[in-house]
């Protein structure tokens, strides 16, 4: 089992950046597959990126491919989401989220396939 922790989410600009950070208890983080979702008020949650467990392979959402990268440090427990550009679109509540699944990665879009997930840290991006 593992417990998830966002942080460094905030206020920013159009044309910012963010980095979000989650960080994981528990003794088998590496073995993990970690994923970004978010949710913006009055929508549903959406798939933001994600990346497998051993870090080679990565999958974003098309409106965020080139300006958001998802990253992990195992040996931190820690996975991370760089954003830049940001854009006022990107308002929202970002949740990490685990699995052990093994799946090809646009599978691992689906929310339903992540077992754990954090409380959310709010992103606002001011226009």
């Known amino acids: 089992q593992v417990q998830l922790v966002e942080s460094g989410g905030g206020l920013v600009q159009a044309g910012g950046s963010l980095r979000l950070s989650c960080a994981a208890s528990g003794h088998t983080f590496s073995a993990y597959a970690m994923a970004w979702f978010r949710q913006a008020p009055g929508k549903d949650r959406e798939f933001v990126a994600t990346l497998t467990w051993s870090a080679r392979s990565t999958y974003y959402k098309d409106s965020v491919k080139g300006r958001f990268t998802i990253s992990r440090d195992n040996a931190k427990n820690t996975v991370y989401l760089q954003m830049n550009s940001l854009e006022p679109e990107d308002t929202a509540v970002y949740y990490c989220?685990?699995?052990?699944?093994?799946?090809?990665?646009?599978?691992?879009?689906?929310?339903?396939?992540?077992?754990?997930w954090g409380q959310g840290t709010q992103v606002t991006v001011s226009s």
């Open positions: 989220a685990a699995t052990l699944t093994r799946a090809v990665l646009p599978v691992l879009s689906v929310a339903s396939m992540y077992n754990y």
